[in-house]
């Protein structure tokens, strides 16, 4: 029990100077005169000895904790907290043998008023994010004069890490789960595209492994940029939209790893189309994401004739839809080749291809439900 910590870090706490830099003060505690006591009592806790001189894991680094770094980040959390919970806390984390993590990916393009499920992955806006200091940095980057993106909405995904101190510092592994946690995230970022009838971008700035502030991690945390482009303004989500994703996510996991992988391709290139400003490489994406959706290995002659009579005959349900279907497609995929060869697009590329990237979203949402298409029948019969 810590119950003997709580007087005096409710002491120490409400004599140190608000201003105070408290990592420097921990390591100069003869400049204040009430920080010896939490010190000295902090050594005399025997089940405390893992944060003395031990190297503590997360994720894939380490670090040497002294009982200094538990001092501080006691007091700091002193400040929006009581004495009870920052005891609670740290004999929580002592006596379990796992601790949570959060892992984050913030997202521009897209924005959100409330918090929305994706299985055991959360979307919600800046200010719902459960870490204090990350959604004061969300509110700090709207006024910022850097050249990043403000991020808009968060996914997040609460897992589970297990808790290691040692007394050497040997390189540790990254967990194999990490590519599936990061994996999983990516593919809700992707049905979001399928959102919207013409399809919506949501673009990836970062992904971070937080811990929760109530856990006493000191060895930093770890964040990844993803590349993006220009960002577009973010549209808002509406319920009637979250339900699309959510149907088309839930769809998705229920295929098997080659479907899944088949399918993640189009729906890069299709989220990659409706983030992008220049017509040039907005036509590139959508062809490639038409290529991988409506062909496959076997098609190697009359491409766009090929490609443009399978999403017809998927897409479409009588002639005049089929026919109009060919047409809008064949444009697009020859606007996506000019692209390609020459650097430029003609005609009217946002109409062609914003119709174009309806069907891409129209075929696959079908797949998702119907993933064993045969094409050879579909040619022949018009039927799926």
């Known amino acids: 029990m810590l119950t003997h910590l709580e007087d005096v870090l409710s002491y120490v706490?409400?004599?140190?100077?608000?201003?105070?830099d408290v990592y420097e003060a921990v390591h100069s505690p003869e400049n204040y005169r009430h920080l010896p006591l939490l010190l000295s009592t902090l050594r005399e806790t025997p089940s405390l000895a893992l944060f003395d001189g031990q190297y503590q894991e997360f994720w894939c680094s380490k670090r040497q904790v002294q009982l200094e770094d538990l001092a501080a980040w006691m007091i700091l959390r002193m400040r929006s907290t009581t004495s009870v919970d920052v005891c609670d806390d740290l004999e929580r984390y002592i006596e379990s043998t796992n601790f949570p993590v959060f892992v984050i990916t913030l997202l521009t393009g897209i924005s959100v008023d409330q918090t929305y499920d994706f299985g055991d992955i959360k979307l919600m806006p800046p200010e719902m994010i459960p870490h204090d200091q990350l959604r004061q940095a969300a509110f700090h980057n709207n006024f910022s004069m850097l050249p990043m993106p403000e991020f808009s909405a968060a996914l997040v995904k609460e897992i589970q890490l297990e808790k290691i101190h040692s007394v050497d510092c040997e390189l540790c592994v990254q967990p194999e789960a990490f590519d599936n946690y990061i994996e999983s995230m990516e593919d809700?970022?992707?049905c979001l595209s399928l959102s919207k009838e013409s399809a919506r971008g949501a673009q990836a700035i970062a992904t971070g492994l937080i811990p929760p502030e109530y856990v006493p991690i000191f060895a930093g945390t770890s964040w990844s940029l993803h590349p993006f482009t220009s960002a577009k303004l973010s549209t808002?989500?509406?319920?009637?939209?979250?339900?699309?994703?959510?149907?088309?996510?839930?769809?998705?996991?229920?295929?098997?790893?080659?479907r899944q992988k088949h399918l993640r391709v189009p729906l890069k290139k299709l989220n990659s189309y409706a983030t992008t400003q220049d017509p040039v490489e907005s036509a590139i994406n959508l062809r490639t994401a038409l290529e991988a959706l409506f062909l496959d290995k076997e098609a190697k002659q009359e491409l766009s004739h090929r490609l443009a009579t399978r999403a017809a005959l998927l897409v479409g349900d009588?002639?005049?839809?089929?026919k109009e279907i060919y047409n809008v497609v064949k444009k697009a995929y020859n606007m996506g080749s000019m692209a390609v060869h020459e650097g430029r697009v003609k005609g009217n590329p946002r109409e062609v291809l914003g119709r174009a990237a309806s069907i891409t979203v129209q075929g696959i949402n079908i797949l998702l439900r119907e993933p064993s298409v045969d094409w050879q029948k579909l040619e022949l019969t018009g039927q799926r």
């Not at 808002?236 to 080659?258: I, Q, R």
């Not at 009588?318 to 089929?322: G, I, L």
């Open 13 to 20: 706490s409400a004599f140190l100077p608000r201003g105070v």
């Open 236 to 258: 808002s989500l509406s319920n009637g939209e979250y339900e699309l994703a959510s149907s088309a996510f839930h769809s998705f996991v229920s295929l098997d790893d080659n």
């Open 318 to 322: 009588n002639y005049e839809s089929r």
């Open 188 to 190: 809700v970022r992707l």
